[in-house]
């Protein structure tokens, strides 16, 4: 998770697992990256799901589809897409995601530290949605996300930028690495795109009005894998 927070120092694999199961139902009151979406203004979800629909073609009702990082799962409750797999680093939030009756599965794995629990070329449609941040998600799981991910098939990502200079180390990372991974014939970009609005800086003053609340940029990267690359 985060490294610092209203307090909370995450800087370890099982300080993670434990912010993440405990941390929430401790503070009921204090707003996390999972809390209410409509209250921090999370619009992600939407926004990465219209991306993805403006480009995909294929039959929606048999699409097999990976929620990486699912939360409560959020992006499975938009139109779409019917055939949800979730993965969550978060008991709390995979019990949350399963009230929904839209995954076929969920499993719990603390991602960066333990594999993603998927076959190789098995899903047509993997997503990640907000968690490939500093802290939180590393980089290198972007590859195993490439990796489950059926040749031909996409890999949709999104990240906030959270104006802080780990926030923009993090990014020249990722960047990077997309990048290199163009370049090894893995994948090929087909579209990416700057969100001026991708939720609310809950990190700001909460006393300002409305009209002056400020937002967090963020951005929207969706990638085709090639057919013939297998990652090893």
């Known amino acids: ?131 490939l941040r500093d802290g939180f998600v590393p980089v290198s799981v972007i590859r195993e996300l490439c990796n489950a991910t059926k040749p031909g098939g996409f890999v949709c990502m999104s990240r906030v930028d959270p104006k802080s200079e780990s926030g923009d180390k993090y990014k020249a990372s990722m960047e990077q690495e997309l990048q290199l991974m163009v370049e090894e014939g893995l994948w090929s970009l087909v579209d990416t795109k700057e969100l001026n609005r991708y939720m609310l800086d809950v990190y700001n003053d909460k006393s300002k009005k409305e009209e002056d609340e400020e937002y967090l940029h963020g951005t929207m990267y969706l990638y085709r894998k090639s057919l013939n690359k297998i990652i090893i």
């Open 1 to 131: 998770m985060f490294r610092e927070f209203s307090g909370y120092r995450v800087n370890s694999s099982k300080s993670t697992i434990l912010f993440l199961n405990n941390y929430e139902r401790q503070n009921p009151k204090i707003l996390t990256p999972f809390s209410d979406s409509e209250i921090i203004r999370y619009r992600a979800p939407q926004l990465v799901v219209n991306f993805l629909n403006d480009h995909f073609c294929g039959n929606r009702e048999e699409v097999q589809v990976l929620d990486v990082a699912c939360g409560s799962g959020l992006a499975a409750k938009l139109r779409g897409f019917r055939h949800f797999v979730g993965v969550d680093g978060s008991k709390g939030m995979l019990e949350q995601a399963a009230k929904t009756s839209l995954y076929q599965d969920l499993k719990l794995a603390l991602l960066g530290t333990d594999p993603l629990p998927a076959e190789t070329g098995q899903f047509d449609v993997v997503m990640i949605i907000g968690a």
